[in-house]
C-alpha cells in the first residue's frame, strides 16, 4: 500500500460493530482509514508505514464517540476548543434538539428563542447571528473560525418549536391549514438544506401546544426526506409510559423513524418502571416499527427552572411570561398548578422543591442561588420555596437553569442495556454549576458502567456509542472502523478511562483518553487539545 500519513500499530479494535475486538494497525491517509492489518506484528506480515507511526499498546482504538443529544448549538460558534466534548472522544454532537433552537426564524422568532433558551446556551450577545435559513446555519458551522471550522463535527435536527414560532406564534390553539401548510414548507426546507431530521419538546412552550395530527403531519415530510423524529415527549413522569406510547403510535401511522430523546423513567411514580418501557419499545420493534433512543448515564436531569410551569403560563412568550409572575393573584395561580396539581411543565407531578438545585444564573449578581436547591435558600431567606422561585425568575428574567434529582439508578441501568440505546450527554454548558454529564457522559459510560459496574461490555457500549448512533443518522461512511470510512476516532485506555467531572467539579476534564482524530486529524494529542478545527457541518444524506 502507499505510505499512509499516520499508523496506529498494535492497538486494541473495537470497531463499533459490537464484534469481539482484535488487534490490529490501522492505516489513515487523506482523512480516511486505509488499511486495517490484524496481529500485524504476530503474523509477521508486512506491516503498513506511514509518515508518523503510534505505537498503542495497551490502548483501544474505536470510532468517534457521537453524542445523540447535544445543546451546543452556539457553543460550537462561540469556544474553538469545546474541550467539554473533544476531551471525551465526541467527534459528532447532533443538535437543534427538544424543539427549540435558531433556525429556521426571522427577526421576530430568532430574539424570541433567544430569550427563550438563554438558559441552556446563554443569549448570544457575543454571537452574530448572520443565518435565517437552516442551510445557511450549517454553511456558518462549516466556515467556524476564520472559515478553519469548528470543534467537533455538527448534524442539526428542525425544531418543530421554532417552527411553530414562525407559523403560528406563542397561542395556545390549533394550526389553521395555512399555518400547517408553512410549518410542513419550513420542515421539507431544513430537511432539504440538510438537517437530519427533526426534534420536538412537547413540555416546552410553544411546541407542547402542537396536537398529534399536527405533529403526525410533520412527521410525514420528515420521512418523505428520510430523516428521524426526535421528540421530548409529553411527560417522564405521571403518564409517562402513555407519553412514549404517544410517540410511538404518532410515529408509526407517520411512517417515519422515532429517536426518543433521553428516554428516562423519573420521579417516584416511575421508581422501578424501566422494564415495562423496554416491554412497550419490544411490541413495537417486533411489529416492525423503527425505533432508537439515548440517554445519559446520570440520575439528575437538567432544564431550565421556567420549564417547570405550567404551559397556560407560557402562552405569548418570554415577556408574557415575567408579567403573569409579577401579578400577584396569577403567580398564586401558577403556584397552585406547581405545587399542588402537578404542572404539565413538571411532568405532570407536583414540583418538590427539595430536589430543584440551581445549576447556573444569567446575572452574576445572583450567584448566591446557585449550588443550593431552591428549598435550601428559602430556608435562609425565611420565605416559602415558591417565593424563592418566582423572585429568582423574574430577577433573572428567566434565565436559570437547574438541575432535578428525580431519577432512579435502577432504571438508568436497565435501559441502557437495551440493543437499540445510545448515548447522548443532553450537555447544557453554561451556568457555574452545570451538570457533570455535559463534561462526562462519554468516559463515564467506558468506566463507570463497563469497567467497574459490568453493566455493558466494552464492545457493547462501544457499539452504542458510535455504530448505533450513525445507522440511525445514516452516514454511510462514519461510526466504524472500516477502510474506506473516515478516520474520526478515538484512542482510550480502558484501564483508567473516567469522567473527572463531578457534581462538585462539573467542568473536569476527563482521564484515560489521549487521543482523539477527526478526519485523521488529532484534535486530542497525548491527553491536551490541539488547534486543529477539523469540524464541519454533517448534512443528511438522500
Known sequence: MDHADLVIQDVDVADGSGATAYRADVAVKGGRIVAIVKEAAAAGCQRPRGTRELDAEGLVLSPGFIDMHAHSDLALLRDPDHSAKAAQGVTLEVIGQDGLSYAPVDDRTLAEVRRTITGWNGHGGDIDFTWRSVGEYLDRLDHGFDGEGIAVNAAYLVPQGTVRMLAVGWEDREATPQELDRMRRLVADGLREGAVGMSSGLTYTPGMYAKDAELTALCRVVAEHGGYYCPHHRSYGAGALEAYEEMVTLTREAGCPLHLAHATMNFGVNEGKAPDLLALLDKALAEGADITLDTYPY?????TLVAMLPSWAGEGGPE????????????ERVRHHMEVVGADGCHGVPIEWDTIEISGVSDPDLGS???RTVRESADLRGEAPWTTARRLLIEDRLGPTILQHVGHEENVRAIMRHPVHTGGSDGILRGDKPHPRAYGTFPH??????RELGVLSLEECVAHLTGRPAARLRLPDRGLVREGYRADLVLFDPATVAAGSTFAAPRTLPTGIPHVLIDGRFVVEDGRRTDVLAGRAVRRTA
Request: proline share 4%; net charge positive; glycine share 12%.
Open 369 to 371: 442561588y446557585v449550588g
Open 445 to 450: 459510560y467506558l468506566g463507570r458502567y463497563v
Open 299 to 303: 440520575t439528575p436531569g437538567c432544564t
Open 320 to 331: 408574557a411570561v415575567l408579567a403573569r409572575l409579577r401579578d400577584d393573584a396569577t403567580a
